[in-house]
């Protein structure tokens, strides 16, 4: 019997890649929990004060609203692109070139960079020069997306469907397509209806796949940013002013470190929260 | 995968915009290659080429690109030669400076510092980019300590902050003492008009104005010109359509264009522009001496003291508070009505789009032909609605639009600011070592020289030297120039000034602005509400300034007391007016013009 010998040099290999990570997050991490202690105002000026801009952050009614509309837009966009991105999959073609077509007409709006979807969209939506909103206008419609808290919400979720909806198309069609073409011919043999099929074929096959869309979907939309900055500005009011925006304003507008330092940490582990929460119950969903 | 990427970005793009503060230690030779001028409307312009040995003949090729000029060419030749001299130690050293992107600096990024590159071998890099990007490398170098740019062309509304910090070098310092071999004998800082704009409380100057441009009131001479017009007006208000002196008369000028006049040639017709959305550009709305037009503020020039256009108010020469509650100004009856005002006529006058522009998509619109005035325009566009064939333009190149002193509102009293000049101006920081510092200095003065200065200003019409302003090359030229000229040459122009020492930290304050304005747009919270949410939030940051210390008269609350304490006493903020809306004055344009001789 060979003897193992334990060599320690394994380690090294793993080296490279612990410095990446340290450079890459435990010292910007680090960084900004130290910043999230200290009142900031120049190299020679800062003052220790703790907890207070927790406290700050988390009493602060505007950012109470802003998580509020953060999470009402983030389930929005499940609640709609996941259903949507689904049933488009399910009717894309399987076969010739059209499979190609539609493949590169639904991947368009994600090769565009997320600035010019907001002046896309800013632009689409305007009521002078804008189709969109020159034609919901002409429809006798009360649409402006600049003064209407409304229409400014729907506008921004609007887009933001038109964006990644093809997202979900694709992850969904992707795992359409890798279920083996066995388990339809049996349901054929049995006779199963379409909603038999897509109920208790296509929809336990496309559970990994609708993970990942979930968990993408609802990280993405929860960090948005660029696209509403550029549509509305984060207006009318606070109307479509996520956590993101508030983010930004503090930390690169007022440079405001010790109260922006202390609000990425909340709003990251806001974002972990939720995501172990969707991981833990959509595997327990599937598991059941 | 793309998960955990993500995990990662919502946590550490944060972390990697303020990590890159990190580092407090100063580098004793800091290079200026951590810059980068890559933004929207950015640019850079450097000379590639290895300087020509000879660089006598330097000049001889580029005097003519130096004209006209208020010297002889003999004085032309003089002052180069003096940069030339005194660039000998800095030969082949490469410095990076930093504008804002507006036509005056991008032909110093394109032309000038080629020019200087050539003339005396110093390798210039000048970028220019969006303003707010130029503050966020100006933070960035003053909270770490480490060389960025070697100069930075920053608007003097920084200079309360600049002094405080104790970050900047007081340029009259340097010029006579660890300058004083790199600084040009003919700069003649006398003749720069905006001098007092960049001098801090101590006296000394902090920032030198490279340009400088105002917040006017802009009209359609051509319309305010028409008989059909004036009569119908006088028949409705019962005195003439002109340049209005107080709000009244806009409020009625633009109503009377929106509602009554309507059309002219065909084509819809506003009486009003401005813009709402909600951006960083809707707080120079109000920062840049808006709440001074209505009468916020105390007598004084070129900002008011105790109090000043922000409702900031100052004793010996510490802030003390914005609130009404701390005897500022900036939730009174006069910034309350400011603001109501914006908002009202935003929403009545105004096209229905401008609420949701900024300032740069607004900016051009009056060019369209179809705004009969504005009450907040930016001389710096004076090139833009100038060019031939808009429909604001005559066929023979002159404007159809004048510009004229703005209106003031009813709280307004003699011996107060009336508008905001913008005086984007070199500044130096501590953080920069020497021999950077002096090289870009000659840059920076070889930029505002007499021998470059007055083409400079026919490139971007932003003056800055009273000698340029009463050349006859621009007295030639003003007829192009819609009133610009003539603004410049009266004394009317020292009512336009900057935000001022007041201000203990620009950057932050400023970003107040905005959010809270945009809230009141929509209706969300009432003028009021809004003003009072904004000076609280104000009084918190100063008292954040106050608990850490600054290096100069930082901020010492007073402890607040009732509003009646402080409303209507003598130099303390203005009580609510009985009458918002006396009645309105208008002024023949002509008549303007003749009284500013």
Known sequence: MIEKTRSNKAWLLILPMTLLVAFSAIVPLMTVVNYSVQDILGPNTKVYVGFEWFRKVLRDPELHAAFLRQLVFSLSVLAIELPLGLGVSLIMPRRGWAVSATLVVLALPLLIPWNVVGTIWQIFGRTDIGMGGAALVELGLHYNYTADRVDAWLTVLVMDVWHWTPLVALLCYSGLRAIPPAYYQAAAIDGASGWSVFRYIQLPKLKNVLVIAILLRFMDSFMIYTEPFVVTGGGPGNSTTFLSQFLTRLAVGQFDLGPAAAFSLIYFLFILFFCYVFYTVMNRVGQG | ?597
């Open chain 2, 1 to 597: 995968m793309k998960s955990r990427t993500s995990f990662c970005v919502a946590a550490f793009a944060a972390a990697a915009v303020l990590s890159t503060t990190g580092c407090n230690k100063k580098k004793p030779e800091g290079g200026a290659g951590a810059a980068s001028g890559s933004s929207a409307g950015s640019g850079s312009g450097s000379a590639e080429a290895k300087p020509p040995a000879d660089r006598s003949a330097a000049i001889e090729k580029w005097l003519p690109e130096f004209q006209p000029s208020t010297l002889s060419h003999d004085q032309q030749v003089a002052e180069l030669k003096f940069f030339q001299d005194a660039a000998k130690p800095f030969v082949d050293m490469e410095i990076k400076v930093v504008s804002e992107t507006i036509a005056t600096h991008i032909y110093e990024s394109k032309t000038l510092a080629k020019a200087f590159t050539e003339l005396t071998g110093i390798k210039v890099t000048h970028d220019y980019i969006q303003e707010g990007d130029v503050i966020e490398k100006l933070q960035t170098q003053m909270q770490s300590g480490q060389n960025i740019y070697d100069m930075y062309v920053n608007d003097t509304d920084l200079i309360g902050t600049h002094y405080r910090y104790g970050d900047a070098v007081a340029l009259s310092d340097f010029m006579t003492g660890e300058g004083k071999d790199v600084t040009l004998p003919t700069l003649d800082v006398d003749d720069f008009i905006g001098k007092s704009f960049g001098t801090a409380p101590d006296g000394k100057l902090y920032q030198l104005p490279d340009q400088q441009f105002a917040n006017l009131y802009w009209f359609r001479y051509d319309w305010f010109s028409r008989d059909d017009l004036k009569k119908k007006f006088k028949d409705k208000f019962g005195y003439e359509l002109g340049v209005p002196v107080n709000w009244s008369a806009y409020e009625d000028i633009a109503d009377f264009f929106t509602n009554t006049v309507k059309e002219i040639d065909g084509k819809k017709v506003y009486g009003h522009m401005d813009y709402g959305k909600k951006d960083p550009s809707l707080g120079w709305r109000f920062t840049d001496a808006w709440l001074s037009m209505a009468g916020v503020g105390s007598k004084g020039l070129p900002n008011g003291l105790p109090v000043d256009e922000w409702g900031i108010r100052v004793e010996d020469c510490h802030p003390v508070g914005s609130s009404v509650s701390r005897g500022g100004e900036a939730n009174s009856p006069a910034a309350v009505y400011s603001l109501a005002k914006y908002i009202e006529w935003l929403k009545k006058y105004a096209p229905p789009e401008a609420p949701g522009m900024t300032f740069s998509e607004a900016g051009p619109v009056p060019g369209q032909g179809n705004i009969a005035q504005q009450i907040f325009w930016y001389s710096a566009f004076t090139a833009d609605l100038s060019k031939p064939g808009l429909p604001v333009v005559n066929e023979d190149g002159t404007p159809k639009w004048r510009m004229a002193p703005s209106p003031h509102g009813p709280y307004w009293e003699k011996g107060m600011k009336l508008g905001y000049q913008d005086a984007g101006a070199w500044t130096m920081l501590n953080s920069t070592p020497l021999d950077r510092r002096k090289a870009a200095w000659l840059y920076a003065q070889f930029t505002i020289s007499k021998t470059v200065s007055l083409k400079k200003f026919f490139t971007g019409l932003t003056p800055i030297r009273k000698s340029d302003i009463m050349s006859d090359a621009v007295t030639k030229a003003a007829p192009k120039y819609g009133g610009l000229i003539e603004f410049y040459r009266s004394s009317a122009r020292e009512l336009w000034t900057p935000t001022g020492n007041n201000v203990p930290d620009y950057p932050k304050l400023a970003q107040l602005w905005w959010p809270n304005v945009s809230e009141a747009v929509t209706g969300a919270l009432s003028p009021q509400a809004a003003m009072d949410k904004l000076a609280k939030e104000m009084d918190d940051v100063m008292a954040r300034l106050e608990r850490a210390g600054m290096k100069y008269c930082a901020p010492k609350l007073n402890p607040e007391k009732p509003a009646a304490e402080w409303l209507g006493k003598p130099n303390g903020p203005k009580a609510k007016l009985a009458n918002e809306k006396p009645k309105g004055e208008t002024m023949a344009y002509e008549k303007l013009l003749e009284s500013w001789k």
